[in-house]
């Protein structure tokens, strides 16, 4: 079964950490990387940059336009995730709790089954 075990960012509470509490937390994420790639289940991960990086583009009549944002009114959003294959929910769970982000005060890690996935590597042959 895939999971991808989601890390959501609250920049407060990020701030609100001392610098070795979060060297902390971003070194925990070594171990974990270690951990799952020893154990097969590691099948890719990915760290986004803030938001404030981020850009929208919209397609309007045929036309697309490309807007800095997204400046949502959220105190949250997606800061990276890991796509894993295990064998059951319960041990995404146990994943999810090796992540060192559900181990900070406001945050967690979101699992969610994967439903349907497709990779650069179905692409056909030109």
Same mark, same amino acid.
């Given at each position: 079964?895939? *999971? #991808? +075990?989601?890390?959501?960012?609250?920049?407060?509470?990020? $701030?609100? #950490?001392? $610098?070795?509490?979060?060297?902390?937390?971003?070194?925990?994420?070594?171990?974990?990387?270690?951990?799952?790639? $020893?154990?097969? /289940? +590691? +099948?890719?991960?990915?760290? +986004?940059?803030?938001?404030?990086?981020?850009?929208?583009? =919209?397609? =309007?009549?045929?036309?697309?336009?490309?807007?800095?944002?997204?400046? %949502? /009114?959220?105190?949250?959003? #997606?800061?990276?995730?890991? #796509? &894993?294959?295990?064998?059951?929910?319960? =041990?995404? *769970? /146990? %994943?999810?709790?090796?992540?060192?982000?559900?181990?900070? /005060?406001? %945050?967690? &890690? $979101?699992?969610?089954?994967?439903?349907?996935?497709?990779?650069?590597?179905?692409?056909?042959?030109?």
């Amino acid at each position: 079964m895939k *999971f #991808l +075990l989601i890390m959501h960012m609250n920049p407060r509470i990020w $701030e609100s #950490l001392t $610098e070795d509490e979060r060297n902390e937390v971003m070194k925990g994420h070594d171990g974990f990387i270690d951990t799952i790639r $020893e154990s097969g /289940e +590691l +099948l890719g991960t990915t760290g +986004l940059a803030d938001p404030t990086a981020s850009a929208v583009v =919209r397609v =309007r009549d045929g036309v697309p336009a490309v807007s800095d944002g997204p400046y %949502l /009114e959220a105190k949250e959003y #997606l800061g990276g995730y890991y #796509l &894993v294959e295990c064998a059951s929910r319960d =041990r995404a *769970f /146990e %994943l999810a709790a090796m992540i060192p982000d559900a181990s900070v /005060e406001g %945050l967690g &890690v $979101e699992v969610r089954p994967v439903v349907f996935a497709a990779g650069a590597e179905a692409s056909s042959a030109g």
